[in-house]
């Protein structure tokens, strides 16, 4: 499917203030961007750069007062996700080398503490892909989903406690859980058609017979139709907005659409 999607921040600045911003998404696989629109209001100089997992960052000094970020895109994407029940699991020792930082605990990810939960919820599966499945459905089933039950600092920990969060919250459990069994798994951030309510929108990815698949434990089915924006280890790595200095969101608006076929 093609779609129409995009998203508009808009900040209150006090003093001018340095930030990275992380927007743009790339093609690969499963998404081609066929356009893009990127505007900044007031037009400023912007730098940008490739992180190390291979994101598209904005870097940029903000100036004072009122500041619009405004990206538009067209995307073709997938419309399903690539499942694969009976993949093997890959032993840490042939894994390639820039996949085995996704085996290590991170700020939001824990994985060293949730390893007993982690063998409880995958003790009758298949070691690789059917672990990972019976991680994404336990937390689809086992985990609330609810707005305003955590904030920015709430941990893959806190979740397996609380049993309570948001899709970011999901992501990171899942991440940790799948870490703590030796299988590798990376944040990622995006948008997703027909999300309700509408959001940018967070899940993730775990490697398994060669190469990463999606799962996303806000939803009872695979569904395709994503754009992938960022990968990083968690939140720390993948936040649409970095600022270091005092900046205040005022308003955020994000739109996934159909492209309708001109006439």
Request: with cysteine.
């Amino acid at each position: 499917m093609k779609l129409f999607a995009g998203c508009e921040l808009l900040y209150d600045v006090p003093a001018p203030a340095p930030v990275v911003l992380m927007l743009r998404p790339r093609s690969g696989a499963g998404q081609w961007v066929i356009s893009e629109e990127y505007q900044i209001e007031p037009s400023i100089p912007v730098i940008e750069y490739t992180d190390p997992y291979g994101n598209l960052c904005q870097r940029l000094m903000t100036p004072e007062g009122k500041f619009k970020i405004q990206i538009s895109l067209v995307v073709e994407t997938a419309d399903a996700i690539d499942t694969a029940p009976g993949a093997p699991f890959v032993p840490v020792q042939d894994l390639p080398d820039d996949v085995l930082q996704f085996l290590l605990p991170s700020r939001y990810c824990q994985s060293d503490r949730l390893g007993a939960l982690a063998a409880e919820i995958t003790e009758n599966a298949l070691p690789g892909y059917d672990q990972v499945e019976a991680i994404r459905s336990w937390i689809q089933t086992r985990v609330t989903y609810q707005y305003g039950t955590s904030d920015a600092s709430t941990s893959a920990v806190e979740t397996a406690e609380k049993r309570i969060g948001v899709c970011r919250d999901f992501a990171h459990l899942g991440i940790s859980l799948c870490r703590s069994i030796n299988i590798p798994a990376r944040m990622v951030v995006g948008y997703l058609h027909l999300l309700d309510p509408m959001d940018l929108h967070a899940w993730f990815e775990a490697f398994v017979d060669g190469r990463w698949y999606t799962f996303d434990a806000t939803q009872k089915e695979p569904r395709g139709n994503r754009i992938v924006v960022a990968y990083g280890r968690d939140a720390a790595d993948v936040a649409l907005a970095t600022q270091y200095g005092a900046m205040t969101l005022q308003e955020m608006r994000v739109w996934v659409e159909e492209k309708k076929v001109d006439s």
